[in-house]
């Protein structure tokens, strides 16, 4: 069964970069793209961007465009996003979700806390 | 800020039916299918509908979506207090290059 695993929840302070990690099985991971959607505390979905695993391409959403990077490594199955220059607003609970311009399957999210 | 729009909220007894409307442009749903999502209280999102109106195994047929021109609608008929959710929906954009949700329609059943 398809399943995405991701990285547990994280305490960063104003500036600091944040990695989570989506650890996948079930499929080959290599046929669909990863897509990152956030969030906010009682807030609706925010698309951050994808990684496409076959040849590393990525689409960001343009608010983000300047301070993520999303790789995959098809070694392990697992996709990466980097979030550097944190804020306090980046305090989210981030979902990793397998794309086939579907969304079919998501990770069960992790928490980034932002604070000082 | 979302430019797919949704009602922030609908209610509705069990077993009636309840829609919920997705209101975009001609460069996201105009162009291009439509996905919803459901959201229970402290879970992930879970798909729902997706090429604007196909369902994932699974899902009952109580769900239903559907598209016209610009604008989509999830129906959800027989209501249960277990749909009680937020839902949202989905589209890319073509001219952000990149996709989109609705802000989300919280759901009660009464």
């Known amino acids: 069964q398809v399943q995405l695993m991701q990285s547990g929840a994280s305490v960063k302070s104003p500036g600091a970069s944040v990695n989570v990690s989506c650890k996948t099985s079930g499929y080959t991971f290599s046929h669909y793209g990863i897509s990152w959607v956030r969030q906010a505390p009682g807030q609706g979905l925010e698309w951050i961007g994808w990684v496409i695993p076959y040849n590393g391409d990525t689409a960001y959403a343009q608010q983000f465009q300047d301070r993520v990077t999303m790789t995959a490594d098809t070694s392990t199955s697992t996709a990466y996003m980097e979030l550097r220059s944190l804020r306090s607003d980046d305090t989210a609970i981030y979902y990793c979700?397998?794309?086939?311009?579907?969304?079919?399957?998501w990770g069960p999210g992790t928490l980034v806390t932002v604070a000082s | 800020q979302s430019m797919l729009t949704q009602p922030p909220s609908v209610s509705g007894t069990p077993g009636q039916r309840v829609a919920i409307s997705c209101s975009g442009s001609p460069s996201s749903i105009g162009n291009n299918t439509v996905n919803w999502f459901q959201q229970l209280p402290g879970m992930a999102p879970k798909l729902l509908i997706f090429h604007n109106d196909q369902r994932p195994s699974g899902v009952p047929d109580r769900f239903s979506g559907s598209k016209s021109g610009t604008s989509a609608s999830l129906a959800i008929t027989g209501l249960r207090s277990d749909d009680e959710a937020d839902y949202y929906c989905g589209a890319w954009d073509d001219s952000l290059n990149g996709r989109l949700f609705g802000g989300g329609t919280k759901l009660t059943v009464l």
């Open positions: 979700s397998r794309d086939s311009l579907n969304f079919d399957f």
